[in-house]
């Protein structure tokens, strides 16, 4: 079963950073791509960035583009998502989600979902 797990979200002032951990379970991480994606209440959830395990590409939403950084440690069986220059609007939800091998921003295509971590970012 493929599971995951999201940990390290909080409150942080604008320009601030965070670094958010996706926890999967073991060998995950050399079958499927992983997606982050965030949800604000009243608003539908969006892809902000995706690394792919079958050619290793990695795709941002634009308003994070030079911001967030995906990587994965997969000793670990983690993806990470290091969020810099942080601003009110990225406040939400966030969730890491699999599909496949191939990277989509597609909600409805998501197989598998964690729970979510919540990042605000306010002064």
Do not use: H
């Amino acid at each position: 079963q493929v599971q995951l797990v999201e940990f390290g979200g909080g409150l942080v002032q604008p320009g601030g950073s965070l670094r958010l951990s996706c926890l999967v379970s073991e060998f995950v991480l050399d079958i499927y791509a992983i997606a982050w994606f965030r949800q604000t209440p009243g608003k539908e959830r969006e892809g902000v960035s995706c690394i792919s395990s079958s050619d290793d590409s990695k795709y941002y939403l634009d308003s994070v583009k030079g911001r967030f950084t995906i990587s994965r440690d997969k000793a670990q069986n983690t993806v990470y998502l290091q969020m810099n220059s942080l601003r009110p609007e990225d406040t939400a939800v966030y969730y890491c989600a699999t599909r496949g091998s191939f990277c989509s921003d597609a909600v409805e295509s998501m197989r598998y979902w964690g729970q979510g971590t919540p990042v605000t970012v306010s002064s």
